[in-house]
């Protein structure tokens, strides 16, 4: 009990310490010196008329959600003595996975530098500044010769990786049981079977109504639509985080989506976001990096071909080119298992006063990374509000994808997570398609590794990611390719 | 494989045409012994057409012999029905064009059936022509003001000096696919049209040189930066009374450019012109998708991004053009058959299939006694389009599954005029009930 306490009170000193560099910290001073000019504001009673004011003003609200916003991206409880590495990973097995395959990026883009003679990093000539920035709104338009560039790795090498992850700790024994894993993924992780994936879902149960399935025109919409929008609307109404993610459960309706997820990725555009994102913007027309060809090369790819998305081709340059600068990024990295790439300035190598990340927000594309945004342009269009909530979503959710840990929402538990279900429930088909060579996880992989962006159409991916955001969970992605192959 | 859905053509099976196949000898007289099997002929070899007439197992005869459905160039049909050869169509027998399907595809004959149109509502004192303070239609507004040159050329001028800073659009009448059309924004530029007006003679003027000119919108709405427009393929099964329906599916064609107002982009057509047939020649021309969008995928950005209101009104208005579209006239043309993409040939393939549904159903020889609505099930991916209360004052469109049917909007009539002094609101005949009455705008869905 009293460790429960002192946890508690642990992770609040924490939280705090967060919210109190935050411009919601300053905006709440601000509005409490300026209440004192209120004539319900008494000297007697301070404390408690200020606390009443800001909860009839609507600010108490903006704490909570910045608290609650806060918890959901807190790393689980650990023990105070753990060392920051614990917080990113605390399997060593998957650390040291985890490093060598960073090593292998690194290696693989170092080569392409060299070969290509382009360096990391350079500033743009002024005449070439001037004309990226009239060009800033059709970047799209621009056909840079990028032959030579490939992408960095694509999901597939990085399944190869996964595959052969094993813990040595585990002995798994020379005799096939009825409790062998028959999967790519050797690893024995803990996921949840299906009482618990209903448990844990069960506002998705066939009894509650849903978006996508009981709004169809079939349906009388007094069934269950038009009470659940109502219902939307007056969560949307209230500003509670909270209450949207619970009630984002059960999908939302197209015209609030925009906002709920807003809500519950508590972004609101400020002056200030948007003079961060012009600071970005700058710091793309100022310097040219070559992780901005890589970028260039993986929307033409991908987005540009695709009949949802090609429209929003000019976009996806401007979100991603900033992204790449953005260092507040790095932030992510406390809880990611993966490390920032470092880089030294030239004739530098190995001083640590000479460090820098590279890229600055120490993400590296790699084939389909556009994906993540594309989805996003159908309910944002104003760029820096794009870029707010393309940027959450990737220090929340997108980067579990990519980086090798035991997270439940990480990729390696999602495999097998969607191995496990597949053997466990549908054993004829799983063994069958073994046997002919083509282990599902291979046509699936690609499929979670991007979120399922590019591979659903555009409003069965926005009702995917209701649940992504529900949930604070991407275990869906599992279910849902399960799902597929059913 | 994998998850994304791709319309796949679902196989139609002609149920309860009760017709069964015959020994037949091989002369042309006996085709006719194969009672039940309508007999088809196309002058137009594109496979999306050939397929749908031969999964249904029909028999395809020349324009020589008994046909029951022909589907004919536009060529053909002016021909066929051409006043020299007073060829009438038999009763068992259907066209895939009315006649006088020119009235609605040439821009010149468009705009004139139009304006008669609004004005023959004016005279009857229709509510429908209502006007507001300013003299402009509250209902019937969706035409841009256009002129036809030389004719109008005079007032054209007028006009054009209200405002000398706007931009029009020129397009000629005959031609489609974008060919031939340009913007100004200078009367020198179209100085031509006014030497004709005055000098040349009623008989030098041939009908290839006629043009429409509209002002230009040129603030129209963006999608990703870029200007977009609508194809919807709509059915007129019947004129009297008018039946017809819109197929779910229709699509947005992008520019590959961005829009921009800016006058020295006039002369890029690449930023003002969605016609596929120009985009296709752009660098940025891609042919996987081809620049084009589902109607659908309109549907969910713009609820997404405006909302469900305006998003609902916007179909409803587009709806409403489309039936008085009808009504100022008598008639369809020829949509394009060529598929530019792998998406574009399923969506035609599934077009002519629910079209031939709808049009012969369930494969009976055609009869022009035939007078019922077709059920629910084979409209495929098209709805009715219906506006119960058309004739309602103050009524605007309110379709949401509607389609119109002339039948069902009078057989409407006789419980509204009852209702109505009882103060109910009503709906249209199954389905969902909506606001009648005064309001100007009703929900979609």
Redesign the interface.
């Known amino acids: 009990m009293l460790q429960e306490e002192s946890d508690l009170s642990l992770v609040i000193a924490q939280i705090v310490q967060k919210l109190k560099g935050s411009n919601l910290y300053a905006q709440l001073e601000r509005q409490a010196w300026a209440s004192l000019q209120r004539p319900e504001i008494k000297l007697e009673s301070l404390k408690e008329d200020i606390k009443e004011f800001f909860k009839i003003s609507g600010w108490e609200k903006k704490l909570q959600n910045a608290v609650y916003s806060e918890l959901s991206v807190f790393p689980l409880p650990s023990h105070p003595a753990a060392p920051p590495e614990h917080l990113k990973e605390p399997l060593v097995y998957m650390r040291k996975a985890q490093g060598s395959w960073e090593k292998r990026i690194l290696k693989s883009l170092n080569s392409m530098c060299t070969e290509l003679s382009i360096p990391l990093a350079r500033k743009r000539p002024v005449g070439e500044q001037k004309e990226l920035l009239n060009k800033w709104n059709e970047m799209g338009t621009d056909e840079p010769d990028l032959s030579l560039f490939r992408p960095v790795y694509a999901p597939k090498d990085f399944l190869e990786v996964l595959i052969n992850l094993r813990n040595p700790n585990y002995e798994n024994g020379d005799s096939l049981s009825f409790r062998t894993h028959l999967g790519l993924i050797q690893v024995p992780l803990k996921v949840k079977d299906i009482p618990e994936l209903k448990e844990f879902f069960v506002e998705l149960g066939l009894t509650t109504g849903q978006l996508g399935i009981d709004d169809s025109t079939q349906v009388p919409p007094e069934l269950f639509e038009n009470e659940h929008v109502r219902i939307g609307q007056k969560v949307l109404a209230e500003q509670d985080s909270a209450a949207a993610q619970q009630y984002i459960r059960q999908g939302s309706p197209t015209a609030l989506r925009a906002e709920l997820w807003a809500l519950i990725l508590n972004i609101s555009s400020q002056p200030e976001d948007i003079l961060y994102y012009e600071q970005l913007k700058t710091n793309v027309i100022q310097h040219d990096l070559l992780v901005d060809s890589l970028i260039y090369k993986d929307v033409k790819l991908t987005a540009s071909n695709d009949d949802y998305y090609f429209v929003f081709e000019d976009y996806l340059y401007q979100v991603l080119l900033c992204f790449s600068r953005d260092t507040s990024v790095l932030g992510h990295f406390a809880y990611n298992s993966a490390s920032p790439p470092r880089s030294y300035i030239r004739g530098k190598l190995g001083l640590e006063e000479y460090a820098v990340f590279y890229p600055p927000n120490g993400v590296i594309p790699f084939h389909g990374f556009s994906m993540y945004v594309a989805p996003l342009c159908f309910l944002y269009h104003e760029p820096s509000k794009l870029y707010q909530i393309f940027r959450e979503m990737y220090v929340r959710f997108f980067f579990r994808l990519h980086s090798i840990s035991s997270h439940p929402s990480g990729i390696v538990s999602l495999c097998l997570l969607f191995e496990t279900l597949l053997q466990t429930y549908l054993p004829q088909l799983f063994y069958h398609l073994r046997e002919i060579g083509a282990q599902p996880l291979r046509i699936s992989f690609k499929w979670m590794v991007r979120a399922f962006s590019g591979y659903l159409a555009t409003d069965q991916l926005l009702l995917l990611w209701d649940r992504i955001l529900g949930y604070n969970s991407l275990e869906i992605l599992a279910a849902r390719a399960y799902c597929q192959l059913l | 494989?994998?998850?994304?859905?791709c319309p796949s053509p679902c196989p139609h099976h002609s149920k309860g045409s009760g017709s069964e196949w015959e020994e037949v000898t091989g002369r042309p007289s006996d085709v006719r012994i194969m009672a039940g099997k309508v007999k088809w002929v196309t002058d137009i070899e594109k496979s999306v057409l050939i397929n749908n007439f031969e999964k249904r197992g029909w028999v395809q005869v020349t324009e020589n012999e008994d046909w029951n459905f022909y589907w004919m160039t536009v060529q053909t049909i002016r021909n066929v029905f051409s006043v020299e050869t007073g060829y009438r169509l038999s009763d068992d027998q259907i066209v895939n064009h009315f006649p006088n399907h020119y009235e609605l595809t040439r821009k010149d004959l468009m705009v004139k059936n139009i304006k008669r149109y609004r004005k023959e509502l004016e005279k009857e004192g229709s509510p429908l022509a209502e006007k507001d303070e300013n003299g402009k239609y509250l209902y019937l507004d969706f035409v841009p003001v256009t002129y036809m040159l030389p004719a109008d050329y005079n007032l054209f001028v007028e006009e054009f000096r209200k405002s000398p800073s706007s931009t029009w659009i020129m397009k000629p009448c005959g031609k489609a696919q974008g060919k031939g059309i340009f913007l100004i924004n200078k009367l020198s530029q179209i100085k031509k049209w006014s030497r004709d007006s005055k000098t040349s003679s009623f008989v030098t003027q041939s009908t290839k040189e006629a043009y429409v000119i509209s002002l230009y919108i040129n603030n129209p709405l963006l999608?990703?930066?870029?200007k977009f427009d609508l194809r919807l393929y709509v059915l007129v099964s019947t004129y009297r009374p008018l039946r017809c329906y819109m197929y779910k599916l229709g699509f947005c064609r992008?520019c590959t450019?961005?829009y921009t107002p800016s006058t020295s982009e006039l002369d890029n057509m690449f930023v003002h012109l969605t016609n596929v047939a120009i985009q296709k020649h752009g660098e940025?021309y891609?042919h996987?998708?081809g620049?084009?969008?589902t109607v659908?995928?309109l549907r969910?950005?713009l609820?997404?991004?405006r909302?469900?209101e305006v998003t609902g009104k916007l179909f409803d208005e587009i709806h409403w053009i489309v039936v008085q579209s009808l009504k100022a006239v008598a008639v369809n043309a020829s949509p394009s058959l060529t598929s530019s993409t792998a998406?574009d040939r399923i969506l035609k393939y599934n077009l002519i299939n629910d079209t031939l549904n709808i049009a012969v159903p369930n494969g009976e020889i055609p009869d022009c006694k035939w007078n019922k609505s077709p059920p629910k099930e084979v409209l495929g991916n098209y709805e009715i389009l219906s506006c119960a209360f058309l004739h309602r004052p103050g009524a605007r469109m309110l379709m949401e599954?509607g389609g119109y049917d002339e039948e069902l909007a009078q057989g409407d009539g006789a419980d509204r005029e009852l209702r109505s002094r009882q103060g109910q609101s009503l709906g249209p005949r199954g389905g969902?009930s909506r606001d009648s009455g005064r309001t100007v705008l009703t929900t979609w869905?």
């Open positions: 494989m994998g998850p994304r859905h999608i990703g930066g870029r992008f450019v961005k940025d891609n996987i998708h620049g084009k969008w659908n995928n969910l950005y609820e997404s991004t909302g469900k998406n599954r969902r869905k």
